[in-house]
């Protein structure tokens, strides 16, 4: 006897294929197939009968073999929204979040009296037993393998709350939990970490699974020493350069249902849990949970709709929350809770404006005289200074001397940046290296000349205005061993450095106590970039910034050069009214019909020969206007050529999410299917510049 099964096949696929199998295998059940010639994993969606199939029954092949743990309906139901809403193909879909399913070859670890072990060597160590103790032990039963692999036993630190957080706690955490998302808004330092560990902690004592996501993996390693003061064991770490084995064991502990915890940056929040009642997203207002390569979708996003799918509680943690959840409070979507700083007492750092329009410093030099004056100060006191730019490498163009053409990528239609430090020109969109000696391609010169400024270059300013005192670089280019990183983190806390020179990624999590001020180059650098969310960016970024001064104890001082002091953005900060931003800023995306007021789609068609491009351009428009369907361009990317293929947008821009669908659908079904290859749909994108 023979049951038919809908599998949908682990790859680039949308539609699910028919197989056979001897016995009842339940929906959701992870399955090998064999499939063009080969053996590959799938999902079983659905049980069919003879009737429904109309082909030779003869042609069905069978299922080789499946998995005893199946996904959860939530999970099924997750992923087929995850698919539609992102127009990414099923067999995509569950691709990217069973990569790694597990199979019967992950190493059992060992229970003894109610705690786990990871290994034979580690348990005999730790309860220090013979040889012959482990075999009597194992030979009654006393010491047994098992599939279960999270090893918290109890709490070893407990988590202490003070009134605010336990407040707050309280309201999240009820008796029989349904789906809500919360809101934990709070500066640095107001203990908003300490209160969502409370929740893990609840959730893991009813036995339940919660995931942790953190906006990039770097963070992840502190966060897990952070949680391992209080659980005394390692939370499940989920990212892409764990081996095989640890992914399979961490997979099979989700399918199973045992109580874990689990952290990870964007991809955790496609696993497959299995008794799923807390997300946590933290640090949800930043950029990095958007997917911007390959399938696109919004982490944040999906983790909300995953709470809701699994009934679970949401909650989303941040100190300059994004514009979107913001206005979802004034919906009723999301509810907010409200931390004020109450460990370190320490007020909110002093914010000043120095118009760089009357302090402009001498040619060749980036620093205003007010800087200067107030870094000495800093100095003298045995203060840390950072000198905050967003702008890597040493000057973002090189001219020609002759006849200012500039240099760029052979690949890209982009300026390359060139690094002193490697000396080599870089390309920062396709990370082709060139040598620094170029002769020009319009007048033959080899004379250039850098123009403006990078990261790099201000340090060489900065040396040459404080010698004596040591500084140091944090980009992406530096921090970007771990070995490194830890060397240049220790110097700043061991007062090695004083003189921090640091981009956006210094911004994001360091604590420096030490920081006594901070100064921003160039506040106007992402103002005029025709991205509609720059401002919200720029708002984002020098509050962050600001929040790294003056932690513990003193006031901090916050200095921005700007060549537009009297920009609202920069009264808003200055004041350190958010309200007052936030609802100037809404009012602007409301009048000019952006989000979150609403939908947008880009349409990217990306292909390696212009004309053929074009031509694809005319086919879009052509059936946009037979059927109305109002789109948007095309407009060429802010880099029209890039990695050597030529790029279109096209946009919508409708009030719902279906009616973004609705016209996607019917475009893609008008277009010729050869062309549909050259698309890349992407819901919500970041800009649309
Ligand atoms: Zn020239
Ligand atoms: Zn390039």
Request: hydrophobic residues 35%; proline residues 4%.
């Amino acid at each position: 006897m023979s049951y038919y099964y809908q599998v949908i096949p682990l790859g680039q696929i949308h539609e699910s294929l028919t197989y056979k199998f001897s016995k009842i295998i339940p929906v959701g059940s992870i399955v090998q197939i064999p499939l063009r010639r080969k053996t590959q994993g799938g999902v079983v969606l659905s049980q069919t009968t003879e009737r429904q199939i109309k082909f030779d029954l003869k042609k069905i092949l069978p299922i080789k073999s499946f998995y005893p743990h199946p996904l959860s309906k939530e999970t099924i139901e997750f992923y087929q929204y995850l698919s539609v809403h992102y127009f990414i193909d099923l067999g995509m879909v569950y691709k990217m979040a069973l990569q790694q399913y597990p199979t019967s070859d992950i190493k059992n670890y060992f229970s003894f009296s109610s705690k786990i072990y990871r290994s034979q060597k580690n348990l005999m160590e730790i309860c220090k037993l013979t040889g012959k103790q482990w075999r009597e032990l194992t030979s009654n039963q006393s010491i047994i393998s098992t599939d279960r692999s999270f090893l918290f036993d109890k709490i070893v630190q407990s988590i202490t709350l003070n009134e605010d957080q336990e407040k707050i706690f309280q309201n999240i955490w009820k008796k029989n939990n349904n789906f809500t998302t919360h809101l934990i808004d709070g500066v640095t330092g107001s203990g908003k970490t300490e209160l969502y560990l409370k929740l893990i902690e609840e959730n893991l004592k009813a036995g339940n699974q919660s995931l942790v996501l953190l906006p990039e993996i770097a963070l992840t390693e502190e966060w897990s020493k952070r949680f391992q003061l209080y659980f005394g064991c390692e939370p499940f770490i989920w990212h892409s350069k764990q081996t095989k084995q640890q992914k399979s064991r961490i997979l099979r502990s989700l399918l199973s249902g045992e109580p874990c915890v689990i952290v990870g940056a964007r991809s955790a929040v496609l696993l497959p849990f299995q008794n799923l009642k807390l997300v946590v997203c933290d640090e949800e207002h930043d950029s990095s949970y958007k997917q911007e390569e390959g399938p696109r979708y919004h982490a944040k996003d999906m983790a909300i709709f995953k709470a809701k799918c699994n009934n679970a509680i949401c909650t989303l943690v941040s100190a300059s929350p994004s514009l979107e959840s913001l206005y979802n409070l004034n919906n009723h979507k999301i509810i907010s809770h409200q931390l004020v700083n109450q460990f370190h007492q320490t007020e909110l750092p002093e914010i000043a404006v120095v118009d760089m329009n009357a302090l402009k410093p001498g040619p060749r030099s980036w620093i205003s005289k007010t800087i200067y004056d107030e870094t000495i100060k800093v100095l003298k006191k045995q203060g840390q200074v950072l000198f905050f730019l967003n702008r890597r490498g040493y000057a973002p163009t090189k001219i020609c001397a002759n006849c200012h053409a500039s240099i760029q990528c052979q690949n890209c239609a982009v300026n390359l940046v060139y690094h002193k430090k490697i000396d080599r020109l870089i390309c920062h969109h396709c990370s082709s290296f060139y040598e620094p000696q170029q002769t020009c391609k319009m007048c033959s010169s080899d004379k250039f000349v850098s123009l403006g400024i990078g990261l790099e270059r201000l340090q060489e300013e900065v040396d040459r205005l404080f010698p004596g005192y040591k500084s140091q670089l944090y980009s992406s280019d530096t921090l970007r061993t771990k070995k490194n990183k830890k060397d240049l983190i220790e110097d700043i806390f061991n007062q090695q450095t004083n003189l921090l020179v640091g981009s956006q990624i210094i911004g994001k999590s360091f604590h420096f106590p030490n920081l006594k001020l901070v100064n921003v180059i160039d506040g106007d650098s992402s103002l005029f970039s025709p991205d509609f969310r720059a401002m919200e960016k720029t708002y984002q970024l020098l509050q962050q910034v600001a929040g790294r001064s003056g932690r513990e104890g003193e006031r901090g001082k916050v200095f921005i050069q700007t060549y537009n002091p009297q920009h609202p953005i920069f009264q808003s900060i200055k004041n350190q009214n958010r309200n007052e931003f936030i609802q100037m800023e809404l009012s602007r995306r409301e009048q000019s019909q952006l989000p979150p007021y609403t939908k947008i789609s880009q349409l990217q068609f990306i292909h390696p020969k212009s004309s053929e491009l074009r031509e694809i351009c005319m086919e879009v428009l052509l059936i946009s206007k037979k059927h109305q369907l109002s789109i948007l361009g095309p407009t060429p990317s802010l880099i029209p050529y890039k990695k050597n293929h030529y790029q279109e947008n096209f946009y919508f821009k409708e009030e719902s999410y279906t009616s973004l669908r609705r016209k996607i659908d019917l475009l893609k079904s008008k277009m010729t299917p050869k062309n549909i290859r050259f698309l890349h749909i992407d819901i919500d994108p970041l800009s649309i510049a």
